[in-house]
């Protein structure tokens, strides 16, 4: 896509990776994703944030296109992670800027990625840092651990435009430019899905760092990725952060299981069925057939949290492991949950999933007798799946209305 003018010489200079399913290769992205690098035109012309390296071409390209033969004077990075900063040798070194800025924490580990860096015209930028570029100014505000230690956020008080990088981001691959010009209700999943698998394990200090931005008079959002936010919808992107952060229980639970003979998927059902009869909304899910980035994205938006599994070498099925590691990493909290599952022998499945649950910090809910069956179903089993789905979910339902 050209360059797009989003505001009065300012422009969108970004490229849209329409066929992207692994972001980062440990994300699933259903719907693509975009890097969004920014150029301001003015006393001093200043490009915020570069792209991946194999677009090099395409924001060089959209640079000339801009620039018509004037000097680009200054550089802003935002992050140094290589989808973002991935073209900063280069632009240093076809450009030659006055000014390069970044947070401090940046300016400490830059040059593991770039090892000229310490030749390089380098200004590090505080949080309040205020720098002029003529008609307008530019503060820049750290955001550490949104969602590395050196991400930060440049703000254009004269313009209202915050620069957010990864925060507000959404991989989200369109021809269009804003939120608006697909609507809201189609954005958030996007939106939801890069918070809870990305942005998740930071949630204290997303909470720290929103009242700051909050009180910036802020008319338009400039995500590193998707697309941009703009008047009321700004507002919206706000709440939904402090939303997510907040990770406030819901009357809903996910049920994550693995099978081989279907023993452990018929207790699932019956679990859920219990839950139902609570009032409780459930959500099976198949550890074979989900990935990670899916599990992730309902386990978020639950208040309880249920595992299963059959016993397999003394332990559990390799793809249930590698959905409970991926779980773990990103740390929700605020969850209710217990185990269940079934065995040929040995039956150490739930002990397993219990040790996993525990490193989560996922509270659990009291069981008399472990729920379990060896090798087969039978009616006794899953009326007291069911019994249990009923009590877990009058229980977390009760927990709920007690924070409204």
């Given at each position: ?23 980062h ?22 490009l915020i ?66 090892p ?6 380098i ?20 955001a ?39 609507g ?9 899905r ?15 760092i ?13 995500p ?93 099925l ?87």
């Open positions: 896509m050209k360059p797009t003018e989003i505001k009065k010489d300012i422009y969108w200079l970004g490229a849209v990776e329409w066929n992207l399913k692994d972001f290769s440990y994300t699933h992205s259903d719907k693509g994703t975009s890097y969004n690098a920014y150029l301001i035109k003015d006393e001093k012309n200043v944030d570069s792209l991946e390296k194999e677009y090099k071409e395409k924001l060089f390209c959209g640079l000339a296109q801009t620039l018509k033969g004037e000097k680009l004077h200054y550089l802003v990075v935002n992050h140094i992670e290589p989808d973002h900063a991935g073209v900063l040798t280069e632009l240093v070194e076809k450009y030659q800027p006055e000014k390069i800025f970044c947070s401090p924490m940046a300016d400490k580990n830059l040059a593991s990625f770039c000229k860096k310490d030749t390089w015209p200004v590090v930028t505080p949080t309040g840092t205020n720098v002029s570029i003529g008609k307008r100014s530019l503060t820049f505000v750290e550490r651990m949104l969602h590395w230690p050196d991400n930060m956020a440049t703000y254009c008080p004269e313009e209202k435009m915050l620069f957010s990088n990864d925060a507000f981001g959404q991989n989200y691959a369109s021809s269009k430019c804003y939120i608006d010009e697909v809201r209700e189609v954005i958030e999943p996007s939106l939801a890069y918070y809870g698998n990305i942005i998740l394990p930071y949630s204290a200090m997303v909470l720290k929103l009242p700051a931005i909050a009180a910036l008079d802020i008319d338009m959002i400039c590193a990725h998707g697309l941009i936010w703009r008047g009321e919808d700004c507002q919206y992107a706000l709440d939904k952060y402090q939303e997510y952060a907040e990770q406030k229980p819901t009357k809903k639970a996910v049920i994550v299981y693995s099978t081989i003979w279907h023993t452990t998927e018929k207790m699932a059902e019956a679990i859920a069925s219990g839950l139902h009869e609570a009032g409780v909304e459930a959500k099976i899910m198949d550890a074979k057939i989900y990935n990670p980035t899916e599990i992730m994205c309902e386990v978020m938006n639950s208040g309880g949290v249920i595992f299963g599994a059959p016993t397999h070498n003394n332990g559990i390799p793809q249930m492991g590698g959905v409970l590691t991926y779980l773990k990493g990103l740390r929700p909290q605020n969850k209710l949950g217990f185990c269940f599952g079934s065995y040929g022998w040995s039956g150490e499945s739930i002990a397993v999933l219990e040790e996993w649950m525990q490193k989560m910090n996922i509270e659990s809910f009291p069981l008399e007798t472990p729920l379990k069956i060896q090798n087969s179903s039978n009616h006794e089993i899953l009326k007291k799946c069911l019994e249990t789905g009923k009590a877990f979910g009058e229980e977390l339902s009760k927990r709920v209305d007690s924070l409204k």
